[in-house]
């Protein structure tokens, strides 16, 4: 059986998280920054460690069957590859931003020089809205190009924002992007092998979000607190070796956990237990 080729960041902001996921979902990972591929023969795949800017285009040739990049990046490259799902990290925001008080509004940027490391993204963002401007590719460090007085504004990706403070720039005008790390296939194709691999990430994704919560609760109100833990298909309700009582598991978000065990034990729950999960196929 050929092996499932799959791309991941070889350095930047997604490459340790992206390798996380991947050990998390039971691949084997390389130790050394340095190693440029590895085969993970016993699950079937093949990692190729590449510039996450790539990434898409690899993907979207064909070449690998399998990638995770950045949702700016994807976008950027114009290659036919498409997102299967976003992997709740390496979040940032890409936004136009200018030296403190003079930009105001996305029509300013008519007629004015803007540097950026995602010329796709800012040309087709622009050309969408018929603002015409000079768009510059500069590999980095764009924030600095405007006191060099290369351009009059830029646009990056914010994940903090202290860039930009830094540089005595801020953002304006509506975000461009919302991006993070996403997994992506060339469009249209589903590679051999992908449902499992893909089952396997989501398996992750779930536990990360998800906690077990168990409890035991009379009996006469387990309806009410089914309500407030329904759980993923049905909750599990089983008698407790004492008269008149249950005992309930149930899948529950990860946010608002905490509350809900204190609506929970005020409507009379007790022993209430969480439980981090670790994977799951859903
Ligand atoms: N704080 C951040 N800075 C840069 N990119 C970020 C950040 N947070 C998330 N990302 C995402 O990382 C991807 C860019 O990765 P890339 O490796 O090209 O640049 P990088 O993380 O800036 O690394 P470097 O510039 O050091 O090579 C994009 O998808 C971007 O949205
Ligand atoms: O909002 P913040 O938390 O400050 O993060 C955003 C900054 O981080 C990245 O730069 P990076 O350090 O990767 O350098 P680069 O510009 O050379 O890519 C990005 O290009 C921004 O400059
Ligand atoms: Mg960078």
Partial sequence: MSLLRIAVPNKGSLSQSASDILRESGYRQRDD?????LTDTENG???????????ALYVGEGTLDV??????????SG????????????????????????FTDLTQLAGQRIATSYVGIVRSFLEER?????????????ETSIQL???DAIADVVETGGTLRQAGLEVFGETILESEGVLITRSGAVPDGFEVFKRRVEGVLVARSYVMMDYDIPTD???????LTPGIESPTVAPLHREGWSAVRAMVPRDGAQR??????DIGARGILLTDIHACRL
Avoid at 221 to 227: E, F, G, K, Q, S
Avoid at 260 to 265: A, H, I, K, V
């Fill in 33 to 37: 920054a340095k190693q440029l591929t």
């Fill in 45 to 55: 795949v093949e990692f190729f460690y590449l510039r996450p800017r790539d990434i």
């Fill in 67 to 76: 990638g995770i990049t950045g949702r700016d990046l994807l976008k950027d």
């Fill in 79 to 102: 290659a036919k590859a498409e997102e299967v799902m976003g992997l709740g990290f390496g979040r940032s925001r890409f936004r136009f931003a200018g030296p403190r008080g003079v």
């Fill in 130 to 142: 018929g603002i015409d401007a000079t768009v510059t590719r500069l590999d980095g460090a764009v």
């Fill in 149 to 151: 007085g290369v351009a």
């Fill in 221 to 227: 109100r387990v309806t009410d607190a089914v309500r």
């Fill in 260 to 265: 809900l065990m204190d609506e929970l034990f």
